[in-house]
């Protein structure tokens, strides 16, 4: 398919604060035949406009999720975009930072997110942090799993499995 940008995976880190500010890594990496991307490096104009176009489209992707936070609905805000290649320039990523902030309490806290399910077209990895002194307690996600310590999540998914409807992680805060 000459000429197509193809995503190829998903990564996605989420520190999470005592204060209830989640912060968001997420980056995309892609195959590029023809070097769009990094032809856009050499010009600058063109590089921070297809940056703010990007960074447009993912607030879309994001509004059409419903999250919240202690059964408060929270709306995760695009901060900016950064594009790189991985060592080649046929292979380009594209990261955002993504932000919002939601009420804890001590004791046990929620988060929830409703999205569309759907088949995942790439495989994608994403690694929860949750803060000092705070323990997960359960964890609801569409993929596979599985708890680090008290309070680090990994989720991952491959390549053609379903994903996405409600998710939720319980945790607590000492």
């Known amino acids: 398919m000459s000429g197509e940008i193809i995503p190829v995976s998903a990564s996605s880190f989420f520190s999470v ?9 997420l980056a995309y990496d892609y195959y590029d035949p023809e070097g769009y991307y990094s ?12 940056l703010k ?12 999720e419903e999250v919240k936070v202690n059964k408060m609905r929270v709306y995760p805000r695009v901060v900016t975009a950064y594009l790189g290649h991985r060592g080649f320039m046929d292979s380009p990523y594209i990261a955002w930072i993504i932000k919002f902030n ?17 088949k995942a077209e ?3 990895e994403i690694v929860w942090q949750f803060p000092a002194r705070s323990k997960i307690i359960n964890a609801q996600v569409s993929s596979e799993s599985q708890l680090v310590g ?5 989720v991952w998914a491959r390549r053609g499995e379903v994903v996405g409807g409600y998710e939720r992680i319980e945790f607590m805060l000492y």
Not at 42 to 49: D, F, Q
């Open 17 to 25: 604060s005592r204060k209830g500010e989640f912060c968001q890594y």
């Open 39 to 50: 032809n856009l490096l050499g010009k600058p104009r063109k590089c921070r406009a297809e």
């Open 53 to 64: 176009k990007l960074c447009v489209n993912m607030q879309y992707f994001l509004d059409q």
């Open 102 to 118: 939601g009420k804890f309490k001590k004791g046990l806290n929620l988060f929830e997110n409703i999205s569309e399910r759907e």
């Open 122 to 124: 790439y495989n994608f």
């Open 150 to 154: 008290r309070n680090v999540l990994f």
